[in-house]
């Protein structure tokens, strides 16, 4: 019985599908443990060590380098404020500030109810649309402590505040853990075929075979 | 509710010059299967599959696309770095775009993800590379979901898979995510990561993952925009695209300014004839420091460049002459700072990030960066004490020996000192945190000294100490 749920069983069978050498899946199967569960559990570690031919040990040693990776219970909506350089100029420690003071608590920790966790990041690629947010890695744009007080009423309302980040996302905000909402599907019949690099023999069939030059 | 909805991410503004990357950016909806299609899409992967594949190698080559994730390295030479007759060979995307002040790959992921697509296929055809590893940061969601969209599409409808419109070329394309670390930008750290490690750089050589990569296989590494361009230059010829830009950074480069001008944005930019006055001042683009202000000093190519200041703005948009005169293109993102900008607070904020994403492998840069960020904190917080400037210095020295790469100081008739930087590290991290330093402390040493000595010559941390109820007596 897989710690997976079924539907999640099926997702993670396709993504070890992709991959070459299956090690490979260790972090997307990360990502898919935290949908599941919202961090990353000891019980997902271990399924994920016996689906990729590693150990537990292993999974926690490469994922414990990755910042999204959490190891611990964290908030349903993980607020990402920039400070790097152009979101500095602009009021990104501001807006930290703003944040950490409206929700009650200090960048990395978690409000008491368990709805947000606040993190002081690095630069996330929005940087002509500073100062900027992200909830779940959903962006707001060009943001203010007011566009962030909307954006936490929003959530504590049920609403979606997506459109607010006028970032191109919209409909339901997903809940921590959930990345892309759709996945590459690759249909059965259309694929060239994953296979270890040790059973490849010789120049793929659209290569032309070398010249072997003549030796004089 | 004001802000209306969009459907994609704002940033890029038209600047009405010639288009490449950004030919469908008119189109709100640029991004799907149907736009692209009626838009020329494919177009290039057509014309590469009707000929050889070392013919559509030669095209790139002679197009000298410049690498666009930062050392600007061109694209057909590393192409052509794979060993002979070593197969399976495999093809890694880098979309883990996390360099500061960039913001350009994010929009070609989120707004044209079949341009990407499309340019991968050509080089995996090229190449004869039979597995592309796109790998997406883990922080763009949106674009993980564009892509992924448009990969189902284009297996569907026989662009990528077995036999690719027929023919028996043959290519899987695998969208991964990343998880958040940005030295994973680096192509042995993305290869480790793909692997399923942690994402550290390799020690060299191998310099080029050509040689030995992904699986211990021949693997090319290209950065989102290089490949986004493959598409045109199979489109339209080699010597279209040398008709743009200069003789040795052909074609065009977006370019993302962002801080203290009055219209930041994305720009396409043909590289070489364009200054940076020109993308800060003109019309058509940033249109200036923001109002009653005036600028102080900016950052040409990300984070890890050396700082440039106002008798910079006249190099054009050039890699060599950008390197010649001490610093770097970069990934094209360019900070601009006006005279508000506390230079200590700024060049603080760009160490204290290669502090936080050092991946720890060489201790020169492990310790290294987090001394310096320690030091900067403790002057910032008035502590500093006046032996820490040369002390920064030297720390710097330690993780990159000899005269840094630095900005001519005209005012003290100093030359620049050319990029790059030499390393005791393996790879550029630990030496890019020297640059905010040794930019800031060379022009702007008064506002470091400011900061620990007091113009009474009464040192600051001992003023602190004098007025602190815990210090006092002591």
Known sequence: ?216 | MTSAYIPHAAGYVDNGGPKIVTSRFAHEDSFTFERFLATGGYVGLRAALAMAPEDVHAQVREATLLGRGGAGFPAGVKWGFCPEGVWPRYLVVNGDESEPGTYKDRLLMERDPHQLIEGCLIACYALGLSQCFLYVRGEMALAQERIAVALNEAYTAGYVGCNVLGTDFSVDITLHWGAGAYIVGEETALIESLEGNRGMPRLKPPYFPAAIGLYGQPTIVNNVETLANVPWIMANGAASYRKMGSESSPGTRLFAVSGHVKRPGVYEVEQGVTTFRDLFYGETYCQGIRDGHELKMFIPGGGSSPWFFTEHLDLPLEAKEVGAAGSMLGSGAIIVMDETTDAVKACHRMVRFFARESCGKCSPCREGTSWEEKILARILAGHGRPSDIDLLLDVGDNISPGPYPVAAHAAEGLDAVPFPPRQTTICPLGPSSVAPITSTIRRFRHEFESRITRSDGIPVSAANTANSPVGAGS
């Open chain 1, 1 to 216: 019985m897989s710690w997976f749920d079924a539907a999640n069983e099926r997702t993670a069978r396709e993504i070890l599908s992709h991959y070459p050498r299956p090690k490979s899946a260790v972090i997307p199967l990360l990502h898919l443990a935290q949908e599941q569960e919202g961090w990353v559990t000891p019980q997902a570690m271990s399924e994920i060590a016996a689906m990729t031919g590693t150990t537990a040990a292993e999974v926690l040693g490469t994922g414990s380098f990755y910042e999204m990776f959490k190891f611990h219970p964290v908030g349903k909506y993980i607020v990402n404020i920039c400070t790097n350089i152009s979101c500095q100029l602009l009021g990104g420690e501001d807006l930290l500030n703003h944040a950490e003071s409206t929700l009650d608590v200090r960048a990395g920790g978690t409000t008491d109810d368990g709805l947000f966790t606040v993190e002081d990041v690095e630069c996330v690629a929005a940087c002509t649309e500073a100062p900027c947010f992200t909830v779940n890695y959903r962006y707001f744009h060009r943001a203010n402590a007011e566009t962030f007080d909307e954006v936490v009423a929003d959530i504590r309302a049920g609403r979606s505040p997506l459109e607010r980040g006028a970032a191109g996302d919209i409909g339901e905000l997903p809940e921590h853990g959930t990345l892309g909402r759709i996945r590459q599907h690759v249909p059965d019949d259309r694929r060239a075929g994953v296979v270890p690099p040790e059973e490849v023999n010789g120049a793929p069939a659209w290569m032309p075979e070398p010249v072997v030059e003549e030796a004089l």
